[in-house]
């Protein structure tokens, strides 16, 4: 019985399956329900060998499957995987094209010359007709300063003016009085010159007329001693000359004293008038005002704080890591994109590049001379100027922009893909 069951199970058992004596180790769980019982369990003779199940047929068919029918069974979901897998690389390969063509960067924001406004002169302050954030142009008034000290201080300093400008006034006549003298003086020289020579010849003859007899020695006397007259009064007259002569120098010298002393009060007056003109707080350029602090009725100190002021003339300044910079130079055309205003696009263009990262003008630079050195991609700030900078928006210090540089010419894939479609579109 024992040959018999063995050579029945040969044939009619199905190969994978094995006899065993002992009951299987497996759990229900694990081996299915349906198992084909062994010839052991089933006695020959009594009970015929038992069917191959379609679970096992099903295995044995699925084992001889080619590999291509995988395809063949599932179409949709072959075709969305060859699509996926197109997309995919269509898309990594235009994206490595966009790359060639264009430099981008999220860190990047508003920046402009913002300053305070204070007032040169100290005063209490009467009247502001600005607010926050409102837009003035140039001379556009931004804070009053009480001005009644100032224009006191004027008017002394015009009553100055008015004091040296006389006093020159009155040098000139003297002057002129003076050149006057001087001639008279000179008349006078000339008359005892004149009346020496006279008595030179009176008291020659009548030295000769002594000297031969027909003349007295009393009259040879006489012409003498007016000869001397004349001498001393010739020397007078010269000595008026000379004296008002000088008189005339330091009349000169006094001259440009006042002048010097007008020129100095012109100064004043006109420092007096610039002081005066400092009580009016203005805009010396189109902009904004922000943070605004002075109040009515505050005394402002020389210097102090009143607003802060926001021009016009806005740039952006874009960190571009060190490896972005080989092909971007000034002049190339820039996109931004602003964070505050999504949808909005505004055209520019590099202006300069910074010769050194930003952490090497910061107020510690790094420094790396230790033993234990990380690198680190730098960052190199770049100046992007607005070719129109919108209106209609208000576009401050600080807020975040997204530049993206075109660093070549040539048109990329995707425009030339664009451009193709408008072109049949239209």
Known sequence: MERGELRLESVESPPPIAALDAPSVRSDKQEPAARAPSPQESPVGKQPASPVRPEAAEQQADSKVRPGSFVRRRPVVSAIGAVLLAATIGGGYLYMDYTRHFESTDDGFVAARQFALAPKVSGYVTAIPVTDNQHVAVGDVIARLDDRDYRVALAQAEAQVAAARASIENIDAQLDVQQAQIAANQAQVDQADAALVF?????????????????????????????????????????????????????????????????????????????????????????????????????????????????????????????????????EKVTLKIDAYPGRTINGHVESVQPGSGTAFSLLPAQNATGNYVKIVQRVPVKIVMDNPPTDVALGPGMSVVPTVRIDASPSLVERLGSLSLGRFL
């Open 199 to 331: 008595a030179q010849q009176q008291a020659a003859r009548y030295q000769h007329l002594e000297q031969t007899g027909y003349g007295t020695v009393q009259n040879s006397e006489q012409y003498t001693s007016q000869l001397h007259q004349q001498q001393s009064a010739l020397l007078s007259a010269k000595a008026n000359l000379n004296l008002a002569q000088r008189q005339v120098e330091s009349l000169k010298a006094q001259h440009k004293s006042a002048v010097a002393s007008l020129a100095q009060a012109e100064a004043q007056r006109d420092q007096a008038q610039l002081n005066l003109s400092y009580t009016t707080v203005t805009a010396a350029q189109p902009g904004r005002v922000a943070n605004l602090s002075a109040a009515i009725g505050q005394f402002a100190q020389t210097g102090t704080n009143l607003t802060m002021f926001v021009p016009d003339e806005i740039w952006v300044t874009a960190n571009f890591k060190e490896i972005q910079l080989d092909r971007m130079r000034p002049g």
